[in-house]
């Protein structure tokens, strides 16, 4: 039989190739460290493995633990077993490192209010539990192999609570991971040490701490690129590799990475012998990207570069998507349309079925039984007969909703960033240049090494089709330190232009049209529900005799209320957080009360229409029953800033 035949226990799915073979017929209680480059079959490889644990080693489901960094690796590990898993592994839980932390302190110390807690803080209880041996009760006797994929990005805290784990249990391990494709600034941006000692150290902890029992295994040949232009990045991955650490000279933080600033430059020199992607402003070069049978990314090596190249082509016409970060989760409209129809506190899946097929919406891998099950996990009752709709609200509101059901849906043109593009694959991928080695500043700490493996990351994202852009002029814009929001600045230091628009910025509490503003909020929500669509355009007018109320009823160090407007019709008002960071977007120093505000707020967009959780008491007033669930818009966008003339001097004269 040849690698890559179709054929094997799975009708439909490739053989084993010989490298994914000795990684699926290890041992139970090997102590396994594969690293698995790009398009390397990963995923199949770990659902044979989890296949052949179950029905070749005799492990049942409660015996294994897999975990995961990210929600969108997670989120396809457990489709990938739906579809192509044996019936035993479909059973098996998935779940990304802060669920599983979140687990363990409900089921072990459930006096505390965990989902009030900082990831941080939940991940650092977990990994005491662990060391005080109190989880001992769940794992010591029934935890025979833990699964870890993604293991290039186990820094800090995360990592801590891994190594715990395999110390304090004796059980095997399949740990995967790809040390060229390690990005993990933006997770310990605020932890300097942790920053220059840990990326890629797991790998090194492993054979450290398991120096006789440890297997290494690679996973090396690639499947995704289909022709020479897409693998142009790929003999490059040795020296990737040999640079996944980076060299520090002293205890300041100071390096001296110059192989590192080499592989850069050499990657780069790479990106800028691809061929030039044409001018976006040319229907010959749109019309490839209007495409939806094709999946199309453009990667920028930065959000604030992303809203521009999504301003550009908005200014186009054309549509797409801008992907949002792993951590920023939105419930879709169906799911409001479901309980709303429901009627009452308990959904059974008799209603349910019947109601299913005119949901709006879905997606097209969501079908009922699966979308049943996902339902069922939230606030379903023992037997899996029923949905308690009050638990499944409570849910909603806590974000405990499975990553299946608020997933961003699929678009065939998708604009990202670099590190959030990792892990998914395109026909066509259109790399921004992201310019020379940024210059370090206001305490960000550059390295060149982490820079070169992003780089690495967005040049093997293509299947088919890879293009450079030349890089966008991002001058005067900039991420606002205090806010983390990108922003536009003037050249002025006093100049405030705009603010980037996010997922919490529309007040969610109570349904539009009973705060700040008055329309009858049933009809509001059909118009959300018919009218709008993503990449809408909106406008934030400002209005300050709208009542809002407040959390904390201190509006000293809030920006004043606007209305969130399609074309001249109020939909909502912005949430308390947004007029919060734009008080502080607006101060030139800590004594500095702004004066002046803009007027309007323009150049921001429909992200999606999601459904909210509020006021159960404020919905039943509203007419919208009392599960307190609805409608509301999310933005996205790099807000355009116009003030009323004359009265903006000071913070943002646009003459």
């Not at 990657?267 to 402003?281: K, T």
């Not at 999606?608 to 933005?635: I, K, Q, Y």
Request: aromatic share 8%; proline share 5%; glycine share 8%.
């Amino acid at each position: 039989m040849e690698e890559g035949e179709v054929t094997g226990p799975y009708e439909g799915a490739p053989a084993l190739t010989d490298e994914q073979r000795a990684v699926v017929e290890q041992p139970a209680d090997a102590l396994l460290l594969v690293t698995a480059g790009p398009g390397a079959g990963k995923t199949h490889t770990l659902v044979r493995r989890l296949d052949a644990l179950l029905e070749d080693e005799g492990l049942s489901t409660g015996e294994i633990l897999v975990l995961s960094f990210s929600r969108a690796a997670v989120r396809e590990l457990r489709e990938r077993l739906v579809r192509s898993g044996g019936e035993e592994a479909r059973q098996v839980r998935v779940m990304t490192f802060d669920s599983w932390a979140l687990y363990l302190l409900t089921e072990l110390e459930a006096d505390t209010d965990w989902r009030t807690k900082s990831f941080d803080e939940r991940i650092r209880a977990a990994t005491r539990l662990i060391d005080e041996e109190r989880t001992n009760e769940l794992y010591e006797v029934s935890l025979r192999h833990v699964i870890i994929d993604e293991v290039q990005d186990l820094v800090g805290y995360r990592r801590q609570l891994v190594q715990s784990l395999l110390t304090t249990y004796d059980c095997g391990f399949t740990v995967v991971g790809d040390p060229a494709q390690a990005i993990t600034t933006f997770q310990v941006r605020d932890i300097p040490r942790l920053l220059k000692q840990e990326p890629n150290g797991f790998f090194a902890w492993l054979r450290t701490k398991f120096p006789d029992e440890l297997v290494e295994l690679r996973l090396d040949r690639n499947f995704r690129v289909l022709t020479d232009e897409a693998g142009v990045a790929l003999h490059h991955r040795n020296a990737v590799l040999d640079h996944s650490e980076p060299a520090c000279t002293d205890n300041t933080g100071d390096t001296d990475d110059t192989a590192g600033e080499d592989l850069y430059d050499s990657l780069r020199a790479q990106l800028l012998s691809l061929d030039e992607y044409g001018d976006l402003g040319a229907a010959y070069f749109q019309e490839p990207l209007r495409d939806s049978s094709r999946s199309t990314a453009i990667l920028c090596r930065d959000n604030g570069e992303a809203l521009l190249m999504s301003d550009l082509l908005h200014d186009h016409g054309i549509d797409h998507q801008v992907r949002r970060t792993a951590r920023d989760r939105s419930a879709p409209a169906w799911i409001e349309a479901l309980l709303r129809r429901a009627g009452g506190h308990v959904l059974t899946f008799t209603t349910f079925k019947s109601l299913f097929p005119d949901l709006p919406g879905l997606p097209q891998d969501h079908d009922a039984d699966r979308t049943w099950r996902l339902l069922r996990a939230c606030a379903g009752d023992r037997a899996g007969r029923t949905v308690d709709l009050a638990q499944f609200g409570d849910a909603l509101a806590a974000g405990r909703l499975p990553d299946e059901l608020t997933a961003q849906p699929a678009h065939h043109l998708v604009i990202s960033t670099f590190h959030r593009a990792k892990g998914l694959e395109f026909d066509r991928v259109i790399v921004v240049d992201p310019g020379p080695l940024p210059e370090p500043r206001d305490g960000y700490v550059v390295d060149p090494a982490e820079e070169a493996r992003t780089l690495y990351v967005a040049l093997t994202r293509a299947r088919e089709e890879l293009y450079r852009l030349p890089p966008r002029s991002t001058w005067l814009v900039r991420k606002h330190k205090e806010t983390g929001r990108w922003a536009r600045y003037g050249r002025q230091k006093w100049q405030r232009h705009g603010l980037e628009m996010l997922g919490t910025d529309v007040h969610a509490v109570h349904p539009a049209g009973t705060v700040g503003f008055s329309s009858d909020p049933q009809r509001l929500q059909e118009y959300l529900r018919s009218e709008l669509s993503p990449g809408t355009p909106l406008t934030l007018l400002r209005y300050e005799e709208a009542e809002v109320p407040s959390a904390t009823g201190d509006h000293s160090r809030m920006a004043p209320p606007y209305l969130v407007c399609e074309e001249d019709r109020p939909i909502g008002v912005v949430s308390e957080s947004f007029r919060r960071d734009l008080h502080r977007f607006m101060r030139r120093s800590a004594r500095h009360q702004p004066t002046s505000w803009p007027v309007k707020i323009s150049e921001i967009r429909v992200d999606t229409v999601e459904t909210v959780s509020g006021s159960s008491a404020a919905g039943a007033r509203a007419g919208l029953g009392d599960l307190g669930v609805w409608l509301a818009p999310r933005l996205t966008g790099l807000g355009h800033f116009t003030y009323d003339s004359g009265t903006d001097k000071a913070e943002g004269d646009h003459a």
